[in-house]
């Protein structure tokens, strides 16, 4: 079993910054990769970015492309995503995920452990 545990969510204004942190326990972290995705409400769960396990290999959605970043710390389990340039637009739930494989993937199928998510609120 893995838990994983969103934190760092909030209401922000247009043009601020945030940083997700996704704590993760249980099974081996590091040899995953692990993913962010987000639900704004009426909208179906959207990929956000993922990471590799070794981090050399990262992987966003266009409309975060530039403005967000991901990153891991396998030392502490933790996985992470500064979020710069919020736009309203960029209000939402945001889940961490951990991938079912070590690669990169948009897919959700391909994650197998799920958070319960942080709400990130953008005001105009």
């Known amino acids: 079993q893995v838990q994983l545990v969103e934190s760092g969510g909030g209401l922000v204004q247009a043009g601020g910054s945030l940083r997700l942190s996704c704590a993760a326990s249980?099974?081996?972290?590091?040899?995953?990769?692990m993913g962010w995705f987000r639900q704004a409400p009426g909208k179906e769960r959207a990929f956000v970015a993922a990471?590799?396990?070794?981090?050399?290999?990262?992987y966003y959605a266009d409309s975060v492309k530039g403005r967000f970043t991901i990153s891991r710390d396998n030392a502490k389990n933790t996985v992470y995503l500064q979020m710069n340039s919020l736009k309203p637009e960029d209000t939402a739930v945001y889940y961490c995920?951990?991938?079912?494989?070590?690669?990169?993937?948009?897919?959700?199928?391909?994650?197998?452990?799920w958070g319960r998510g942080t709400q990130v609120t953008v005001s105009s």
């Open positions: 249980g099974r081996t972290f590091s040899s995953y990769a």
């Open positions: 990471i590799s396990w070794t981090s050399r290999s990262t």
């Open positions: 995920a951990k991938g079912a494989y070590s690669s990169v993937s948009r897919n959700p199928g391909d994650y197998d452990y």
